[in-house]
């Protein structure tokens, strides 16, 4: 009975999270998708050794909400994909059901936590933000405001991470999009 339970919360939970980036996914198709790779540049974000305030440049506003519209898709997409894999998984095998329900439960969580700091990172004042939680690391694109990002803003940003996620300020990247 507790199983029972449990596997219906956490499709509950799966549910509302996939259904809410659904709703943003279709307000934000009519809009034009950015290339990525055109606006991030991985040797100018990741640093091994402290936390790295980058600086990256996208053509104009319209296009920096485009960014952010594309990642969240983008993000989704793969989220999707593993969801509908570890579901098969289970539907297939007893010996994996409990492995992939763990995998199940590890992917709504980490969605939850992404758009946690995503909404106390916007709360605080900036005007869009995107997260992604993958490899031990935390990275943080964050609209530009309009004075660019200062050292304060990191320490804010990054602060609200550690407490919502629980990884130290070396496994954190924020990133600044113009």
Request: proline share 6%; net charge negative; aromatic share 6%.
């Given at each position: 009975m507790k199983i029972w339970k449990k596997n219906l919360v956490v499709t509950a939970v799966l549910?509302?999270?996939?259904?809410?980036?659904?709703?943003?996914?279709?307000y934000g198709q009519d809009q034009a998708v950015a290339d990525l790779t055109d606006t991030l540049d991985e040797d100018k974000i990741l640093s091994a050794d402290k936390l790295v305030m980058a600086d990256e440049t996208v053509d104009n506003s319209n296009t920096m909400v485009d960014y952010f519209a594309a990642v969240r898709l983008s993000r989704q997409e793969a989220r999707d994909s593993a969801v509908?894999?570890?579901q098969e998984a289970m539907a297939y095998g007893d010996e994996t059901d409990s492995k992939s329900s763990a995998e199940?439960?590890?992917?709504?969580n980490t969605a939850l936590c992404e758009a946690q700091i995503e909404s106390l990172v916007i709360a605080k004042g900036y005007s869009d933000c995107v997260t992604y939680i993958a490899n031990d690391a935390?990275?943080?694109?964050?609209?530009?405001?309009?004075?660019g990002l200062?050292?304060?803003?990191?320490a804010v940003i990054s602060d609200i991470v550690v407490n919502q996620s629980g990884y130290t300020m070396d496994k954190i990247y924020v990133v600044e999009v113009k």
């Open positions: 549910l509302t999270v996939c259904g809410g980036i659904y709703v943003n996914w279709m509908s894999l570890l199940l439960e590890q992917i709504v935390v990275s943080v694109a964050v609209a530009a405001p309009e004075g200062q050292q304060p803003d990191v």
